[in-house]
């Protein structure tokens, strides 16, 4: 009888069983989140969140989720026991070589595509965790000077117990979909230390109350929009002749449409994700006036800017509101780590970093070819905003005019790319970029090219900063 319940319920909304079952779980850590404040003694809630997060897990995707989490949460605390030193770099590539082999096992992609869910999502999340506690603990026997701002921050330099670590990795579910967050904000969140510390007469704790409903309110309506775009713009569209005999403004068109639909499935996932981790506590980022604390901020909880997504005016800030802790955890731990000291960043690391996103989202071409397209697009509008920058203040109109072409080659492009992310399939990108003349490959490339033959001064450091 509950399965029938559960299949009717499913059939309902156009989901599979195993879907709902995800859904309902992972709502779920709402409540399990809360329950956590009032958890008495840090080992008592070190103890929940481990066991709460084992047990969704279980619920939701079965005994052996919790087999394949043990894995690399293995590698990760044996590397920091047995050889710290480079304890990070090992947990990072055993890590992501284990999550590779579930990728390619479970062929996680096409489940996914075909409305199916499993267990390597979750994965995917945990294994950022592991690494960069990893990564974090080695940084500990390293000196304060010479290391950036967020190594300072972040670095551990007593290796956690083993009931912090599980609490950690699997803290009320917080692994199914995100956000990634520090092992040293997850110590002091639950030690109430840093910025979570109540001192008598001085500070008082923030109510998260307003910031969960709200985050709930914004899941509910882009759940809505989902189901109801979804059914009009579906990825099988672009293989069949229907496509092909529209023009080419009408095919672009559905492109849009399509990674637009897309995105409302991510805006809920991550909004449902951000009211757990508000309602819990571990959302909370400071006040907006400390002296006041009249306005708490959440910004640790938040994972994508639904309108800086949407209304993006250079591609540059597309990593800087969507999926923005998994953006962060590329930052610090990718990108700015393959850069040689003293030197700058340049389109090698930036094509480094998609890579290493690529390969975690999974070996499909798709994925491979989207981040490839990424950071196409990302220098691309780097040069349009510098040819921006170089014009004088007198010609304010022309600047205009330039911010509203990088909105639009950002607009183009990002959903022109977003296309392999959603199918997947070398034949189905292809097919699809093919039948819009592979517009949002040859504009990237013109541009960066074009920047090469119109070379323009360096903008001075403030103008960098703004960027």
Partial sequence: ??????????????????????????????????????????????????????????????FSSNL??????????????????????ITFFLGFAYLIGCHVFYMS?????????????????????????????????????????????NRLVRMPSLIEYFGYCLCCGSHFAGPVFEMKDYLEWTEEKGIWAVTSGKGKRPSPYGATLRAILQAGICMALYLYLVPQFPLTRFTEPVYHEWGFWRRFGYQYMAGFTARWKYYFIWSISEASIIISGLGFSGWTDENTQTKAKWDRAKNVDILGVELAK?????PL?????????????????????????????????QTVSAVWHGLYPGYII???????????????????????????????????????????????SSVGFMVLSLHETLVAYKSVYFIGTVVPIAVILLSYLVPVKPVRPKTRKEE
């Fill in 370 to 416: 989207f981040f490839v397209q990424s950071a196409l697009m990302i220098d691309g509008s780097k040069a349009i905003y510098r040819w921006q920058q170089a014009m004088p203040p007198k010609m304010a109109m022309l600047r205009s005019v330039m911010v509203f072409i990088n909105f639009l080659y950002t607009v183009l492009v990002l959903n022109y």
């Fill in 109 to 153: 992609g096409d489940a996914w595509k075909e409305g199916g869910i499993d267990s390597t999502g979750a994965l995917m999340v945990l294994t950022l965790k592991v690494i960069s506690c990893s990564i974090n603990y080695n940084d500990g026997m390293l000196k304060e000077e010479g290391l950036r701002e967020a190594q300072k921050k």
């Fill in 314 to 318: 250079s591609a540059v800030q597309i």
């Fill in 1 to 62: 009888m509950e399965s029938f319940d559960m299949s009717s319920m499913a059939a309902s909304i156009g989901v599979s069983v195993a879907v709902l079952r995800f859904l309902l779980c992972f709502v779920a850590t709402i409540p399990v989140s809360f329950a956590w404040r009032f958890v008495p003694s840090r080992l008592g809630k070190h103890i929940y969140s481990a066991a709460s997060g084992a047990l969704l897990s279980y619920l939701s995707f079965g």
């Fill in 68 to 89: 394949h989490f043990l894995v690399p949460m293995t590698i990760g605390y044996a590397s920091m026991a047995i050889y710290r030193p480079m304890s990070g770099f």
């Fill in 321 to 353: 509101v969507w999926n923005i802790q998994v953006s962060t955890w590329l930052r610090h731990y990718v990108y700015e780590r393959i850069v040689k000291p003293g030197k700058k960043a340049g389109f090698f690391q930036l094509l480094a970093t």
